[in-house]
């Protein structure tokens, strides 16, 4: 994914996907150790998979994508996020 995907940063994620030949879009989400410790990262996902939740209608077929939570997010709630992620 990172060798051959293409990444968009934004300072709470960010976005790498990579373009398939067949199937519907894909979501990984991810937290690293530099979001906090255990609590910090689930919540941080959590926050991500509730934001993507609400965008999956609205996604075109055909991507992989992984979302990596950033510091920062930990200061937003979904509803921002989802308006960023639009």
């Given at each position: 994914?990172?060798?051959?995907?293409?990444?968009?940063?934004?300072?709470?994620?960010v976005?790498?996907?990579?373009?398939?030949?067949?199937?519907?879009?894909?979501?990984?989400?991810?937290?690293?150790?530099?979001?906090?410790?255990?609590?910090a990262?689930?919540?941080?996902?959590?926050?991500?998979?509730?934001?993507?939740?609400?965008h999956?209608?609205?996604?075109?077929?055909?991507?992989?994508?992984?979302?990596?939570?950033?510091?920062?997010?930990l200061?937003?709630?979904s509803?921002?996020?989802?308006?960023?992620?639009?």
């Amino acid at each position: 994914m990172r060798r051959f995907g293409k990444a968009i940063a934004h300072p709470f994620v960010v976005l790498l996907y990579l373009p398939i030949e067949t199937g519907e879009t894909r979501f990984g989400i991810a937290a690293g150790k530099s979001v906090g410790k255990a609590v910090a990262r689930n919540r941080a996902k959590r926050i991500l998979r509730a934001a993507v939740e609400a965008h999956m209608p609205h996604i075109q077929p055909g991507f992989d994508c992984i979302l990596i939570a950033r510091p920062a997010i930990l200061k937003t709630n979904s509803t921002h996020l989802k308006v960023i992620l639009a």
